[in-house]
C-alpha cells in the first residue's frame, strides 16, 4: 500500500514514483526529518543537566552544560583560533587523501599486479594504531602542520580508497561492452561510465573519512602541539579545567558534525538522482 496523501505520476510493475516536491514542501519535509535527532539531542542535554544539578557527578569531573557554555563564550577568540586549527589541518588531510585515493584506486582497478601488491600494504598500514606512531612523525617532520596532516592523511585515506574501488568494480559489465561496441576508448569509459556510477560509494567513503579526518588531526595535536583543539583538551585536562575540556569536545564534535553534512549536500547536489532514489522518491506498491 502507499502511505496517505502520496501523490504518484505512474506505476510499472507495482512501483510507483512521486511527485518532485517544491521548495516549501522540502523544507517541511527536512523539518519533519530532523526533529528526531534534534529531540535526542536536547534529551541527552536534559539528562547532562539533570546529573550536574543532582550533583551524581563533582562538578569537577562533569560540569554542567551552562558552565560549559559560559567558558565557551568567555573566551571566544581562544577557541576560534585553535578551531580553525584544527579546521584546516583537517580539511588539507582530507584533500590530499581524497586526491591520492582516488588515484590509487584507479591504477589498482585497472592493474591487477597493482592491486595484489597494493592492497596487503593499505591493510597492514591501516590496522597499526596512528596514535603510536604518531610520535614519530613528530621526530621527524617536527612541531608544526605537517605531523597533523600526514596523520589526518593515514586515517582519511582507506575509506576513500575502499569506497572508490569498489565503487570502479561495481559497474554493470554489459554497459562496458556496450560502451567499447560504440568505439568508447578506454577514458571515455571512465569518464562517462565507470567514474560516475562510482560517485556513490565515493561519497559513502567521504562520509568516514571527514570524521576520521578530524580524529587524526586532533590525535597529531595531542603529541606534539602549540595549538589546535588538541592542544587545547591537553591543556585543560593538566590544569583540571574540565569546562574547558568540555567545550573542547563540543567544538571538536561540532567540526566533525559540520563538515559530514557538508559532504552529504555536496552528495544531495552533485548527484540528484542517487539521492532522489534513496530518499524515498521511488515507492513499492506491493
Known sequence: MVSQGTTLSGSVAGVAERERLGPGERVRDALGRSWRPVALLLACLAAWWGITVLRLVEPYLVPSPVTTLRVMSGKPGYLWHHTWVTTYETLLGLGIAVAIGVLAAVVMVYSTAVERTLYPV?????????????????????????????????????????????????????????????????????????????????????????????????????????????????????????????????????????????????????????????????????
Not at 570502479?168 to 568505439?183: F, H, N, Q, R, Y
Not at 564534535?253 to 559540520?258: A, F, H, P, Q, T
Open 122 to 286: 593499505l591493510l597492514f598500514a591501516q590496522v597499526i594504531p596512528k596514535i603510536a606512531i604518531a610520535p614519530l612523525f613528530v621526530v621527524w617532520l617536527g612541531f608544526g602542520i605537517a605531523p597533523k596532516v600526514v596523520i589526518a592523511v593515514l586515517i582519511a585515506f582507506f575509506p576513500v580508497v575502499i569506497s572508490m574501488v569498489t565503487g570502479l568494480k561495481a559497474v554493470d559489465p554489459e554497459m562496458i561492452e556496450l560502451s567499447a561496441t560504440m568505439g568508447a576508448g578506454p577514458l571515455q569509459t571512465f569518464a562517462k561510465i565507470r567514474f560516475p556510477a562510482s560517485l556513490p560509494h565515493l561519497f559513502a567513503g567521504l562520509k568516514v573519512a571527514v570524521t576520521l579526518a578530524v580524529t587524526g588531526a586532533v590525535v597529531g595535536e595531542f603529541v606534539g602541539a602549540n595549538q589546535g583543539l588538541g592542544y587545547v583538551i591537553l591543556q585543560a585536562n593538566g590544569n583540571l579545567d574540565t569546562p574547558m575540556l568540555f567545550a573542547g569536545l563540543l567544538v571538536m564534535s561540532m567540526i566533525g558534525v559540520v563538515l559530514f553534512v557538508i559532504v552529504e549536500l555536496a552528495e544531495k547536489l552533485l548527484l540528484p538522482w542517487h539521492a532522489s532514489r534513496r530518499g524515498d522518491a521511488v515507492t513499492t506498491t506491493y
